[in-house]
């Protein structure tokens, strides 16, 4: 029931959702929602909206309504005109708003919080960008309804129209109170020196038709929360991986595809590969996961087409340009390219084989990296210091603060998954004879990777082995993980080390890890990485910092080295913090804000806010679960 005790404002709440209507203004000042109906208090006093605009008819944009009349579960205002609007509470997760007469070009106008990151929306088609000429708008964009709102950390709020004539125009927006450093397209200095208030924006949704109507109605509805089925869907701990599985997907608005994170593209990018393997594992039933998978599959067509080179490599930095070989951004991309689209055969096998020729190509180019023969691939980045000069570009992985190069574990780790990927995918299609040479590659690459990477000094895995033959070594975590997920450690071996790992992390004091896995274990040396202290102090960001992605590949292999109990405490801590704290912070004015990166205090030490962050909670399904997945060879 709508409660009518005060002069100024009705509320109405329940544990799914939490709307305050101003007596005065005719507005919805207040809009909070809870998907999993939980955390109570986190949706009531969190407002999605912008509290001096709301939400509003058309009709009192620009005058107040005269009346206000609240029934039970109804409240209504009417104009000075006779026009009329009523919001009506129709079940636990609805509300609909009624309007008589409104106006055509702004039936309603909602403008979402700048704190909202801003939220992904979601709709069955791709929306039609459209010009703007407000100098503050980043982008403009008219979309169908139905659409879905996904606001990361609360959940998916569904609107629908009853009339087909309706459609939505975003107009998403910087804030003139937030700019910062730029983390964007803009920025093409690795200092990212250059101020853009791009980090904070406001979705600012009106909702239009194509002709004038006599009444409409606009329903909303809060969406259950997104994620793969589980096991025991009673089981509360949980309950953050059920919030925060859907936050991996959050969408660029330029390109519509889904990168790091909503500014940087996933086109052509070295984080492709993660949304691959983590729409393998959907709920069938759920629309949203249909057109997230449809996003990624024109995300990863656009990537072959228009990212790829003459000579097979893939990368960003290729996108529309001529395909000359020439500047290349991250060796992961070119593997996590064809990774992605052997994922995508799992859901659309057609679509996979009709560009199985651009995967071909990429795979030639990284059979090309084995320079020297001995079936590693080498990466065209010496990495005897950071900032090395080399004759295409800097070295760099996902593990960017670094100075990986020429003999790159993290690098080959995704070389040797994507070729054996693709020879699966080849067979398959019953291509055996061209699989081949693809196949010989690989037994050559098993043969000398242990006796490559292998430190006997340390026990563990080198990060690289520079072309100076210096092994840099860090108790790199994924150093070891990846090598077991992908059978490439034997197990016994993969037990012993991450036990050496996990007693090294004790003695560091990083405590339950409850902030994530960090990717080294100790410091890394000033010549092996960027020199910027907020950035590149020990236990700080990459090095030490603890990070949500890592955590996949290192709880995964802990499973598979059949240390489940141990692993299970560190799931289910990480997994509680997810549930209990914002981790979605969305894009930081200025670095070491985001909360996408933790020291192992807590402290915020995140260079932007990055998807990736939610990957390790497929390690639930391919690791605890023992799922068989494309990411785990046992």
Not at 125 to 145: A, D, G, M, V, Y
Not at 191 to 220: A, C, D, M, Q
Not at 254 to 266: A, K
């Amino acid at each position: 029931m709508i409660e009518n005790k005060h002069a100024k404002y009705a509320p109405f709440e329940n544990n799914f959702l939490s709307v305050t209507f101003d007596k005065q203004r005719g507005s919805i000042a207040f809009l909070g929602i809870e998907s999993g109906g939980r955390d109570r208090d986190k949706h009531a006093s969190y407002n999605l909206l912008i509290p001096s605009y709301g939400a509003q008819a058309g009709i009192f944009k620009k005058s107040l309504p005269v009346s206000c009349e609240i029934n039970d579960d109804t409240i209504a205002f009417t104009s000075k005109e006779g026009n009329r609007v009523s919001y009506e509470i129709t079940g636990t997760h609805t509300f609909k708003a009624v309007l008589q007469d409104p106006s055509k070009n702004d039936i309603f106008t909602t403008r979402l919080s700048v704190k909202t990151a801003p939220p992904t929306i979601w709709t069955k088609n791709q929306p039609k960008r459209l010009k703007s000429q407000n100098p503050l708008t980043i982008h403009k964009s008219k979309f169908e309804l139905p659409l879905t709102i996904h606001f990361p950390d609360f959940g998916r709020l569904k609107i629908t129209a009853s009339s087909d004539e309706v459609y939505c125009v975003e107009e998403l927006q910087m804030s003139r109170d937030f700019t910062g450093i730029e983390l964007g397209g803009k920025n093409f200095s690795h200092n990212h020196n250059r101020i853009h208030g791009l980090h904070y924006g406001s979705s600012f949704l009106t909702f239009k038709s194509k002709n004038p109507l006599k009444v409409v109605e606009l329903s909303f509805e809060v969406l259950d929360e997104c994620y793969p089925p589980l096991p025991d869907e009673r089981d509360e701990r949980f309950n953050g991986l059920k919030r925060n599985w859907i936050n991996s997907f959050a969408m660029n608005r330029e390109l519509f595809d889904m990168g790091d994170n909503i500014y940087f593209h996933g086109t052509g990018h070295l984080a492709i590969h993660m949304k691959s393997d983590m729409l393998q594992i959907v709920d069938e039933n759920d629309e949203q996961f249909k057109m997230v998978r449809r996003v990624f599959e024109r995300q990863v067509e656009r990537t072959f087409k228009r990212c790829q080179a003459h000579d097979g490599e893939v990368s960003v930095n290729f996108f529309d340009k001529e395909k000359e070989r020439g500047f290349g951004c991250a060796v992961d991309s070119t593997p996590g390219a064809i990774i992605s689209l052997t994922g995508i055969s799992s859901w659309n096998l057609p679509f996979a084989k009709r560009l199985l020729p651009y995967a071909i190509k990429a795979a030639d180019y990284l059979m090309s990296r084995d320079v020297d023969g001995d079936g590693i691939f080498e990466s065209p980045y010496p990495g005897d210091y950071m900032f090395q000069p080399a004759e295409f570009g800097l070295q760099t992985n996902w593990w960017d603060n670094f100075a990986f190069g020429h003999k790159d574990i993290y690098f080959n780790y995704l070389c040797h998954r994507a070729i054996r990927e693709l020879c699966e995918l080849m067979e398959r299609l019953n291509m055996e004879n061209e699989a081949r040479k693809y196949r010989a590659q690989l037994e050559k690459f098993d043969k000398s990777f242990f006796d490559t990477f292998y430190n006997k000094e340390t026990g563990l895995m080198a990060g690289w082995i520079s072309k100076n033959g210096n092994v840099h070594d860090y108790a790199f975590t994924f150093a070891v993980s990846m090598g077991i997920n992908e059978g490439l450690i034997p197990a016994d071996k993969g037990r012993e080390m991450i036990k050496k790992l996990l007693a090294i992390m004790k003695k560091a004091g990083y405590g339950d890890l409850r902030f994530g896995i960090p990717g080294n274990a100790r410091p890394v040396a000033q010549e092996d990485t960027i020199y910027w202290p907020c950035m590149s102090d020990w236990g700080r960001y990459e090095n030490g910092g603890l990070n949500g992605m890592n955590g996949f590949h290192f709880l995964t292999a802990m499973y598979n080295v059949g240390l489940d109990k141990e692993a299970d405490k560190i799931l289910f801590a990480i997994i509680n913090t997810y549930e209990k704290e914002m981790t979605h912070s969305g894009l930081m004015p200025g670095y070491c804000q985001s909360v996408d990166w933790r020291t192992k205090e807590g402290v915020r030490c995140g260079y932007n806010y990055l998807a990736d962050n939610y990957y390790f909670l497929l390690s639930t399904y391919a690791g605890k679960y023992k799922m068989k997945h494309p990411a785990i060879v046992r």
